[in-house]
């Protein structure tokens, strides 16, 4: 019994490395040919481990890309975006989680729908309303779309109706309101969904390339993703200096996430647990 577990276990080791390796090979890739030269990275067969290190290709994306700039547009709308969201998304999974009004299962299946439609199909419609608003290359054109999401909504729903009611008729027996329910006693339950949520729209805001490029054109209003995608020519693309660019965006997020990975995988473990 005890080699069958223990050869059970090593396979299960073996191949969570192997998943890790092929998980972890893109990200080598783009390391190596960073620092390739522009031959070498249209080489076939390809090198692996380039015969030059070429560092300049860090320094060539900041004269050819207002770095800073994308940066900080990048930063400003992925902050809104997530504060956006926590508040939104919060409220609504409160209320279809706790309270009572008409028509709310009709409403949350209309919710649920969202979730089966492709995000491509609203670009036009939210192109035309940002149009109408006159927010054309502008930051909150960056935002607005990205405030509420159904998914968020439905997370948290889920925490909500995980937490004992018998909290809630206390609070209600000492005389406390829903706003203060949601607020003073939901809110402080809901760190582990608040981080899961968080860091996933971070990450969709930090990431998102279609709609930046759809919705501003002017240089000054560009994300990193889609300033990034700038790069890319119409007969030959600089691959390395794009690779170095995209490696200095993913950072962020990189050293985001390990910051907050236990939290993240124990609030995705209770979504799953809870469903």
Do not use: H
Not at 6 to 22: D, K, N, V
Not at 141 to 146: I, R
Request: proline residues 6%; glycine residues 6%.
């Amino acid at each position: 019994m005890k080699k069958n577990i223990s050869f059970g276990r090593i396979l299960i080791y073996i191949l969570l490395l192997f998943g890790a390796f092929m998980s972890l090979l893109p990200f080598a890739w783009m390391l190596t040919t960073s620092l390739k030269t522009m031959a070498e990275s249209t080489q076939i067969p390809p090198t692996i481990i380039p015969n030059k290190v070429m560092w300049s290709n860090y320094v060539e994306v900041f004269k050819l890309l207002p770095f800073e700039k994308y940066f900080m547009n990048t930063l400003i709308s992925t902050v809104i975006i997530v504060v956006g969201q926590l508040l939104f998304c919060s409220t609504a999974g409160y209320a279809f989680a706790r309270l009572k009004f008409w028509g709310k299962s009709k409403i949350f299946v209309v919710f649920l729908t969202i979730l089966m439609v492709p995000g491509q199909i609203y670009l036009i419609p939210q192109y035309l309303i940002i149009q109408k608003l006159g927010l054309l290359n502008s930051i909150p054109a960056l935002v607005l779309p990205g405030l509420f999401s159904a998914f968020g909504t439905f997370l948290l729903k889920q925490f909500f109706e995980a937490v004992p009611k018998e909290l809630e008729e206390a609070a209600i027996i000492d005389g406390c309101n829903p706003v203060q329910i949601y607020w003073n006693v939901m809110m402080p339950l809901m760190k582990p969904a608040l981080i899961t949520l968080t860091i996933l729209t971070a990450l969709y805001g930090w990431n998102s390339l279609m709609w930046p490029l759809i919705i501003n054109t002017s240089s000054d209003k560009m994300t990193l993703s889609a300033g990034i995608a700038s790069l890319a020519g119409q007969r030959t693309t600089n691959v390395p200096i794009m690779m170095a660019g995209s490696l200095i965006a993913m950072l962020p997020m990189v050293a985001f996430f390990m910051a907050f990975q236990k939290k993240f995988i124990e609030g995705i473990a209770a979504t799953g647990s809870k469903g």
